[in-house]
């Protein structure tokens, strides 16, 4: 049966053929998952070890998921030249009323850009929105 403990799932399953496999999956907070595959022979393993060696790989997966973001990350919709136009000037402190006045759009025109921008890089506000922008290098 399925077990929790400690904030971690371990599940005991019958090998396929005749070797081992224990299979550690893997989260980040960002929503990354993972999954550590061990194969071998006659895998067994104290649970304390168990949990401890799970530990150490949900740290190593989190370096590895900083140092190297997962693809689907990065691959975001085209951003159209308007919409990081205000994302910038957003990030440079404007209001939506002083974005539309400066590019000669009407709000409801210069919040939907803003509105797009957070949709297409996955933010929960144009705040997050610039701070993704800023660390993807669309605005500087």
Known sequence: MPETSSGM????VSPLDEGSCLILPLATDQRNHGAIFILGQNISVDRDILFDLHSQCHVLFAQLVERDPHPAENASPTISTRELQCLKLTANGLTSEEIAKRLGLSVHT???YLANTTQKLNAVNRV????KALRRGLID
Do not use: F, I, L, P
Request: charged share 20%; net charge negative; aromatic share 10%.
């Open 9 to 12: 799932h371990w599940e005991e």
């Open 110 to 112: 210069a919040n939907q």
């Open 128 to 131: 997050h929105a610039v701070a």
